[in-house]
């Protein structure tokens, strides 16, 4: 059974650059989450999809950072004017359901680098 | 603020001996802690996970203690094996998104 799956799993850009980053969660997963890994730090939350509710935003750390959920599945984070310190491995997640007591699936991630 | 701590950023074990790996919270409102195992270029894979309710749970060679007074858990492996050579994330869950400690990376030696 296929997995979670992200692309690319690697990018490279330019300072300036916008990205896209995109998530395949398991299908039937309801639960949708993006963290990110920078180089020697744990992994940090950043947004969190739940069927149709709004989506828990709280990790984003600024305005440059966005993430759509397109008809309850496929799910892109998109980082507009990257930033040096951008560069990280993005982790996408998926989950049946959110909340206590559901262990959530990772994809390998995107390593994302910026020159 | 560091609400989940892994104070050991790593850790060496003989093959077969015993492996802890602990890990420190700071909220008592966390009621469900998981263990992530990572192995480089690849995403987290679950390993084990507690509730609150529980103070032990167990899934072959590894088991995983919880002592809410102390607000620490401990992920037990034995005997270790050299495929168990990885970086451990422990994890909290509150309110659905997954905080993580810094993790511990594990090296077991032949």
């Known amino acids: 059974g296929a997995g979670v799956s992200q692309s690319p799993s690697n990018k490279v850009t330019e300072k300036g650059k916008d990205v896209e980053l995109r998530c395949d969660p398991i299908s039937g997963h309801t639960a949708l989450y993006w963290y990110r890994q920078s180089l020697g730090q744990g992994l940090e939350f950043l947004i969190y999809f739940q069927g149709n509710s709004a989506p828990d935003k709280s990790g984003l750390p600024s305005d440059r950072f966005s993430a759509e959920r397109t008809g309850g599945s496929v799910s892109t984070l998109t980082i507009q004017r990257t930033q040096q310190e951008d560069s990280a491995v993005y982790l996408c997640?998926?989950?049946?359901?959110?909340?206590?007591?559901?262990?959530?699936?990772f994809g390998d991630g995107t390593r994302l680098s910026i020159l | 603020d560091q609400q989940v701590k892994q104070n050991s950023p790593s850790l060496s074990v003989q093959e077969g001996r015993i492996s802890i790996l602990n890990c420190d919270y700071t909220?008592?409102?966390?009621?469900?802690f998981l263990w992530y195992k990572k192995y480089p270029a690849e995403g987290p894979t679950f390993l084990i996970s507690?509730?609150?309710?529980?103070d032990k749970n167990e899934d072959g060679r590894f088991t995983v203690f919880l002592n809410k007074s102390a607000k620490h858990l401990s992920l037990h492996i034995v005997p270790s094996q050299p495929g168990d050579s990885a970086v451990y994330f422990c994890?909290?869950?509150?309110?659905?998104?997954?905080?993580f400690g810094q993790g511990t990376e594990l090296s077991v030696k032949p």
């Open positions: 909220n008592s409102m966390f009621d469900y």
């Open positions: 997640a998926s989950s049946p359901e959110g909340g206590w007591g559901r262990p959530q699936h």
């Open positions: 994890a909290a869950l509150p309110g659905g998104k997954l905080i």
């Open positions: 507690i509730s609150s309710i529980k």
